[in-house]
């Protein structure tokens, strides 16, 4: 009988302590509240139940409401793509996928090396460049400097759909842009019922840390409830700036701020899909800055995964994730941890492909660079096959003590599909090495990155399709002028 | 330096509020002058909190119990301080600038700033122009502080600036900036008087500018 390995799993809080923060999630979202800055908003939980203060925007919430709420949260949902074979669908136990981190807006350049503003002829080449990298399963958006402030996140947006057929990950600068942003997806996906069934783009939105739920949150939380795209509730505390010190203080308030996060959502929408977006941060104590790669990070984040296991909903971690400056050693192995941490633990999505220097920063070589540690995680948790016929006692018996088993039947069939293969990493011999110039991975990972700008051509709109995109974007852009 | 002085700042260093407080009392009781207590002991005790924190030894949020300790010392000294403002070292106006919810960077700044003695007004965040210019009137600050966390929002840093120059007081206040899109080449463009890159550069380029 064939049957496949466990799945490995990362964990550090035991049952009794899963309860332990539930429990505390549910006491202070009954005793401290949340705020929530919207009208609406809290008029709407006053009406469910919860007690508002309406002066001081403070929301507690009883119990009841957060059962109510988990009862209809799914457990699973599809990140579709305008390209069904690139879908991604998120369910309990199953592949992770991954992105690259978003919204970055400066580039250390390919050819030169120089720190710089990214602009829109950048843009569109990242995102040709991500359309191609199978360890890069959809795509956050980048920005260009030079684009537009008013409508860059509806700009960025058109230049996606021009250039990969993944899933688009959105980020939006005000309400207004985010409700165009959902209806250019609705003529893309051909009509808000479509768009619903497949949600080709989904969308990040994140509270303020500690317990504040802004008026943009809300306005997300139930336009993606209407529209049914699949959002991550972002909860990131700074250990030790917005959030406690210790890693249970931390992982107490951002699994705190999560479930107001799902009663705000599935009271108004039951059956939204929501992504538990588990990504804490730390402060470092030297500079106040917010760190990345910290190892604490992976920690915390691991609990988190436990808790919307927990739960039952999907959850995204931060993966390929670094403080560095460049693409140096430290660079890699901060990655390397971080992405296998989350992997380990069970993330649906790894994120953060291609992002330095504070979230600040896209590198092509670098999102060559963590499409292949990306896939070094799939592959560490996809495990293997185990069964008579791999197991191989039969063959060990055949080649006996001292034989090899390299020309052997066995070795021929299953050659292909047992072992990852790279062609980003040198296992070659010095000789070899030395005729082909000595490259370093990150020659290796500029190299590819230059061969896919060339080669790669994205999968295009049809063109009615692109030049009603066109008409939407120059129309979106004026009324937002308004 | 005298004993009490001595036990001042190492209580100081250990962030131990009360101690700090009741040997100021202590010191004045002893018959030393406000004056040298704040200069010897309080300001003294800061300096060693911040050249430890600047190698590293100290961390900001034990730097700012050291600020606590000190304050503690300070407000029991100010009614004796002889001329007003002898217990602050200048006053500044700080905010995160208009469309930017960003606020933990500008809040630690404003803390450590705190810390070595500067009176702070924060404005908070989405700071408007007008809103900076209004508080340079009002207020009359030293300097101005702004922080910015996104690139789209960095140009309000300049028309703030040009808001001063507008409202004619542009060279009553020095300008700061700061965030981590900001740099000190931003800062030169639009006529800022510096940048710092984190918050202990902060407080060392705000004393050298108000020095
Ligand atoms: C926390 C955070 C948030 C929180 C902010 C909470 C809060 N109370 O501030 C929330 C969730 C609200 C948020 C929202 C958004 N954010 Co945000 N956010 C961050 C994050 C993760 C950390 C920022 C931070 O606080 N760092 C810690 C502090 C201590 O560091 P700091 O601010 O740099 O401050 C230090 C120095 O810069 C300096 N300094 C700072 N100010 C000053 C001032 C002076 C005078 C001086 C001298 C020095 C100085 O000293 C400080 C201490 O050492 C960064 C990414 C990152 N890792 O940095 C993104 C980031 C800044 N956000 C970003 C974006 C895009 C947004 C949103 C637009 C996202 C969205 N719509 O989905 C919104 C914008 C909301 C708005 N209108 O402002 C981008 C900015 C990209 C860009 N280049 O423009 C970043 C880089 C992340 C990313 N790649 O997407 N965000």
């Known amino acids: 009988m064939t049957s496949k390995t466990l799945k490995p799993y990362l964990k550090y809080l035991s049952d009794v302590q899963i309860e332990e923060i539930h429990e505390g999630s549910l006491r202070l979202l009954e005793n401290t509240g949340v705020m929530v800055d919207h009208q609406e908003g809290l ?140 209806e250019m997806a609705a003529l893309v996906a051909g009509s808000k019922k479509e768009l619903k069934a497949r949600p080709i783009v989904s969308l990040l939105e994140a509270p303020i840390s500690p317990l504040k739920f802004l008026d943009v949150i809300v306005d997300a939380l139930w336009l993606c409830g209407e529209y049914g795209i699949p959002l ?50 730390a402060m470092d104590m030297r500079t106040g800055f917010s760190l990345a790669g910290s190892v604490e990070l992976g920690i915390m984040a691991t609990a988190g995964a436990q808790m919307a296991h927990f739960y039952h909903v999907p959850v995204s971690l931060h993966g390929p994730w670094s403080d560095s400056m460049t693409h140096d050693g430290q660079s890699v192995l901060e990655r390397m941890y971080m992405n296998l941490m989350a992997a380990l633990a069970g993330a649906n999505v790894l994120v953060g492909a291609g992002m330095m220097q504070q979230s600040l920063v896209i ?8 499409d292949e540690i990306n896939r070094i995680a799939f592959r560490v948790v996809e495990g293997f096959e185990v ?83 066109d008409k939407f974007v120059s129309k979106a852009l004026k009324s937002l002028e308004k | 330096m005298s004993n009490i002085l001595e036990r001042m700042q190492k209580d100081l260093y250990a962030g131990k509020v009360a101690e700090v407080e009741a040997a100021t009392r202590q010191a004045l009781d002893q018959g030393l002058g406000a004056q040298e207590i704040l200069n010897k002991g309080l300001i003294g005790g800061m300096e060693v909190v911040g050249r ?65 003695g500067f009176e702070i007004i924060d404005l908070g965040a989405d700071v408007k122009p007008e809103r900076f210019v209004q508080a340079v009137r009002d207020e009359s600050p030293d300097m101005i502080g702004m922080s910015a966390m996104l690139t789209t929002t960095m140009p309000s840093m300049k028309s703030t600036i040009t808001a001063l120059k507008e409202a004619g007081i542009r060279d009553k206040v020095k300008v700061i900036i700061g ?6 080449k931003f800062a030169q463009d639009i006529g800022a008087d510096s940048y710092a890159p984190d918050a202990g550069a902060a407080v060392d380029t705000v004393r050298t500018l108000l020095a």
């Open chain 2, 52 to 116: 430890d924190f600047k190698a590293g030894d100290l961390f900001i949020p034990e730097v700012l119990m050291c600020a606590k300790a000190m304050h503690s010392g300070l407000e029991v000294l100010r009614p004796l301080l002889a001329e007003a403002g002898a217990a602050s070292m200048g006053k500044i106006v700080i905010g995160t600038v208009a469309g930017d919810l960003h606020d933990i960077g500008k809040n630690l700044v404003s803390m450590m700033l705190q810390g070595a």
């Open chain 1, 363 to 370: 590198s092509h070589e670098q999102l060559v660079i963590d």
């Open chain 1, 43 to 182: 008029k709407f939980l006053e009406k469910h139940g919860a007690k508002v203060d309406h002066q001081t925007k403070r929301v507690r919430i009883p119990r009841q409401l957060v059962s109510q709420a988990l009862a209809t949260v799914p457990d699973r949902f599809t990140l579709a793509a305008r390209n069904p074979e690139k879908d991604c669908p998120l369910v309990p136990g199953g592949r992770p996928y991954s992105r690259n981190g978003g919204g970055a807006d400066f580039t250390i350049d390919l050819e030169t090396g120089e720190f710089r503003p990214l602009l829109q002829a950048d843009v569109k080449e990242y995102y040709r460049l991500m359309d191609a990298l199978d360890g890069i399963s959809f795509i956050a958006p980048v920005f260009g400097q030079d684009m537009p402030v008013l409508g860059r996140d509806i700009l960025m947006l058109r230049e996606a759909f021009g250039n990969t057929d993944k899933n688009i990950h959105l980020r939006a600068f005000t309400g207004e842009s985010l409700k165009l942003m959902f």
């Open chain 2, 179 to 184: 965030g981590a899109p900001v740099t000190s």
């Open chain 1, 387 to 469: 069964d008579e016929e791999r197991l191989a006692a039969e063959v060990i018996d055949r080649v006996g003590p001292g034989g090899n088993f390299v020309a052997d039947m066995h070795t021929y069939k299953f050659l292909r599909s047992e072992r990852y293969e790279t062609d980003l990493l040198y296992r070659n011999s010095r000789v070899a090495w030395e005729e082909g110039g000595a490259t370093t991975l990150l020659d290796r990972a500029k190299d590819k990155a230059r061969t896919i700008l060339k080669e790669h051509q994205p999968n295009p709109l049809p063109e009615d399709l692109s030049k009603e995109l």
């Open chain 1, 232 to 281: 991550d509730v972002c909860v990131m505390p700074i250990a030790g700036g917005t959030g406690p010190m210790t890693m249970a203080g931390n992982v107490q308030l951002f699994n705190t701020e999560f479930l107001a996060g799902v009663v705000i959502s599935q009271l108004a929408h039951p059956g939204a899909p929501l992504q538990y977006a588990a990504r804490p941060m």
